[in-house]
């Protein structure tokens, strides 16, 4: 399968602490994508990085993406109780017909 | 503000009946998608359509799931019969996705489906 995979599946953290989620994935990409899910809603894109690039910074997200090691990460540095939500990785393999193949995601809780 | 609508968000039906799920995506996206969201499988592609035209359904049950769109602004999955085990969260996404690039997808807020 070419489903990316999470790491950890939940992770709880207190407000203010950074909180780190992994990606692996097993063929090459184009870009890998992360998405946000909050309970009972739809999933909002977070930031995109290509298969170019090494690192990439949006307000208090950083993505990392070692192609060598085809895996991405995640952090969310000052974390608070609204970042509370599942976190998805989702890649653009590389030869596909441009579809996203998400991961089993990351649940993230914040503790006020 | 753009986005995504589907319709119904919530439907709980009994297992035989017909259910059928819209979606309205973003205006100028060329590329639609079907995701359905279960807590063991997690998110799976359906079905989607580029400029209308469907690309890839093999990720869906062709013998009682079919999807299309049928104009721009409107894409539909229908599942006939339905059955217990198509109970999910079913979310359609829409993009402007290049040859080289799949960008940011716009999901909607997902269609709960229950089968009884």
């Known amino acids: 399968s070419q489903q990316g995979e999470e790491d950890p599946q939940a992770l709880s953290i207190q407000e203010g602490e950074n909180a780190t989620m992994n990606c692996s994935y097993k063929?090459?990409?184009?870009?890998l994508q992360w998405y946000r899910q909050n309970s009972g809603r739809g999933l909002v894109h977070l930031i995109l990085i290509r298969s170019n690039e090494r690192e990439k910074h949006s307000g208090r997200l950083r993505v990392t993406l070692d192609t060598s090691k085809k895996s991405s990460s995640l952090l969310i540095t000052a974390s608070r109780a609204a970042d509370t939500a599942s976190y998805f990785c989702?890649?653009?393999?590389?030869?596909?017909?441009?579809?996203?193949?998400f991961g089993s995601g990351t649940q993230l809780t914040v503790l006020p | 503000d753009a986005r995504v609508t589907q319709t119904p968000r919530h439907k709980v039906t009994e297992m035989g009946q017909e259910v059928t799920m819209r979606c309205q995506p973003i205006l100028g996206h060329n590329t639609v998608f079907w995701y359905r969201q279960t807590m063991m499988q997690g998110l799976e592609l359906l079905a989607y359509f580029r400029n209308r035209a469907p690309l890839d359904d093999s990720g869906m049950p062709k013998d009682r799931f079919s999807a299309e769109m049928p104009d721009a602004t409107l894409a539909t999955l229908k599942i006939q019969p339905s059955e217990p085990r198509d109970s999910a969260v079913y979310f359609c996404?829409?993009?402007?996705?290049?040859?080289?690039?799949?960008?940011?997808?716009?999901f909607g807020e997902g269609s709960r489906l229950t089968v009884l």
């Open positions: 996404a829409s993009g402007l996705v290049q040859v080289i690039d799949t960008g940011e997808l716009f």
């Open positions: 989702a890649t653009d393999h590389s030869g596909s017909a441009r579809q996203l193949t």
């Open positions: 063929t090459s990409i184009n870009n």
